[in-house]
């Protein structure tokens, strides 16, 4: 079971349905294909993400990862979810609506990988569509940002294709693979033009509003 059902009363995010495909918060029993499908994609990942630690497919450290993933949820800063393939539930990658700011803000940044053998067939943008109703109606943000390198073509398409508007340049802006990288800044807000709603195994109003 999520460690988090034993803090909060209700799970913060139920299972989220797309096309194709579902996310759900991360548990344990995922580490071996998660060490698997990460240890395999080792080099299509390096040269957009920062370096990894020497332990980072260990056990313990998937175990840390849970975590600070919990950590994060109870205090309302950020919610990982793992992308699953519906036909035979394999292990597809995770993103994670981070960095999530309330009051006069209500952002949050979004963040995501694929595993190698999955790139390119549509599954992130599946889990995208999927998640953006939920960021909005649930977890009650009005925008959602994202960024990435101006050679990541790919993961520019992906964005503009979810709707999401090119709104700035940023210098310097992450530490990829060791090296301080320029990014395109992306953002996406609620009232842009809709995109097909996702399918919930639990109903919106089960989740209490987030704290103002």
């Not at 940023?170 to 990829?176: A, H, K, N, T, V």
């Amino acid at each position: 079971m999520w460690p988090l059902s034993s803090v909060l009363m209700i799970e913060p995010l139920p299972v989220i349905e797309g096309k194709g495909v579902y996310l759900r918060l991360p548990q344990m029993k995922d580490f071996g294909p998660w060490r698997d499908l990460r240890e395999e994609s080792r080099d299509f990942l390096t040269p957009w993400e920062p370096l990894w630690p020497a332990d980072d497919l260990t056990r313990g450290a998937f175990r840390r990862r849970l975590r600070r993933y919990t950590r994060d949820m109870v205090a309302d800063e950020a919610y990982p979810l793992f992308i699953f393939r519906q036909s035979d539930h394999a292990l597809l990658g995770g993103l994670t609506l981070s960095n999530v700011r309330r009051g006069v803000c209500q952002a949050a940044s979004l963040g995501y990988w694929m595993g190698a053998p999955f790139a390119g067939q549509g599954y992130m943008k599946a889990a995208v569509t999927a998640l953006l109703p939920v960021a909005y109606d649930m977890l009650h943000l009005r925008r959602i940002e994202a960024a990435c390198m101006p050679s990541n073509q790919p993961s520019i398409r992906l964005l503009e294709g979810c709707g999401f508007v090119r709104e700035g340049y940023s210098r310097e802006y992450l530490c990829i693979n060791g090296t301080w990288e320029d990014h395109i800044l992306f953002g996406r807000l609620r009232h842009d033009p809709p995109l097909r709603q996702s399918v919930c195994r639990d109903a919106l109003e089960q989740v209490p509003p987030a704290a103002q």
